[in-house]
């Protein structure tokens, strides 16, 4: 059983709320590097993305298991708008609660925004909210400590039993960039009203298909420089990671492999949801260089 911690941070306007869900097992004793080096605006936005991407076309699918609840059903992800992907669930069949109240009114762009902090669709009673998360799993009984790191809300789970479609929003937009596959699991969340934390009872791994939405990246290392000094893991001749050094400027370490800030940022999603966000470096860090390791 997983347990979910939700934290907030605010940036610039209400679709900048993001939301950091921490694994209760992760939660205490996170002490995080104070940065070398901080940038106080706003993250940049992220550039179009170089690919076209079909309406219709599913892009990633997988299987629901029960891990505190009883669960089955087939998860299918696919591309409606560049901005907005369809996460529908076929043959599901669960015992997870679902909001007893009437129909509620529809959420709001920026409530349905990656990293929006969830909200109840009922007034009283336990409630489950559908979420993607990175980290894959081998097994249900233990979902990997990343799955917890970051979540994304994709909706409150409307009923038991049947089919549904629900909407991940914002996938054009940082931190997401046009290619959501970091997302590697979906995951039934229970909640309770007023609660802060959330269980998580049902969870499918995901087999994605996405089209490469930066075609063409290549990252080569031109070697140490002042602000970008700390070393670089290379496989067959390309960098795939970098550990960032006392003093590294986030740009600098962007300059050295030969891209801008926003690819560097595209290329690490994840820490841009949490207190890492934005264009910092932080000692001791390890960045991910490589598409395939996002």
């Known amino acids: 059983m997983g347990t979910l911690r939700t934290r907030t941070a605010a940036g610039t ?19 995080r590097p104070a940065p070398s080096f901080l940038v106080h605006s706003a993250p940049p936005a992220l550039p179009a993305v170089a690919a076209t991407i079909s309406p219709g076309l599913a ?7 029960g891990i505190d609840a009883r669960a089955s059903g087939h998860v299918e992800i696919s591309v409606e708008t560049p901005a907005r992907y369809l996460v529908r669930l076929t043959d599901l069949s669960t015992d997870a609660p679902v909001p007893a109240a009437g129909p509620t009114a529809a959420p709001t762009e920026a409530a349905t925004a990656p990293g ?27 979902l990997p400590p ?23 929003r914002g996938v054009d937009a940082a931190p997401i960039g046009g290619d959501p596959s970091f997302l590697r699991s979906l995951v039934f969340v229970q909640r309770e009203p007023g609660a802060e934390l959330g269980t998580v009872i049902a969870a499918a791994p995901l087999t994605w298909r996405h089209p490469d939405v930066r075609p063409g990246l290549v990252v080569a290392d031109a ?19 970098y550990a960032v050094a006392p003093g590294d400027s986030f740009a600098a370490i962007a ?27 932080y000692a001791d860090e390890v960045l991910n260089l490589s598409p395939d390791g996002r």
């Open 13 to 31: 306007g209400a679709a900048a709320v993001l939301a950091a869900l921490l694994l209760a097992s992760c939660a205490g004793g996170d002490a």
């Open 223 to 241: 070697g140490p420089r002042a602000g970008a000094a700390g070393p670089a893991e290379v496989v067959d001749g390309v960098p795939v990671s």
């Open 116 to 142: 929006a902090a969830p909200t109840s669709p009922a007034a009283r009673g336990p409630w489950t909210e559908v979420m993607l998360c990175p980290g894959a799993f081998d097994s249900v009984a233990s």
């Open 59 to 65: 892009v990633a699918s997988g299987d629901l298991e």
């Open 255 to 281: 300059a050295r492999f030969g891209i801008d800030e926003e690819t560097l940022l595209w290329l690490n999603p994840v820490r841009t949801f949490g207190p890492d966000s934005g264009a910092n470096a």
């Open 146 to 168: 990343d799955c917890g790191a970051l979540a994304v809300p994709v909706g409150a789970l409307p009923t038991e039993d049947g089919d549904v479609e629900l909407e991940l």
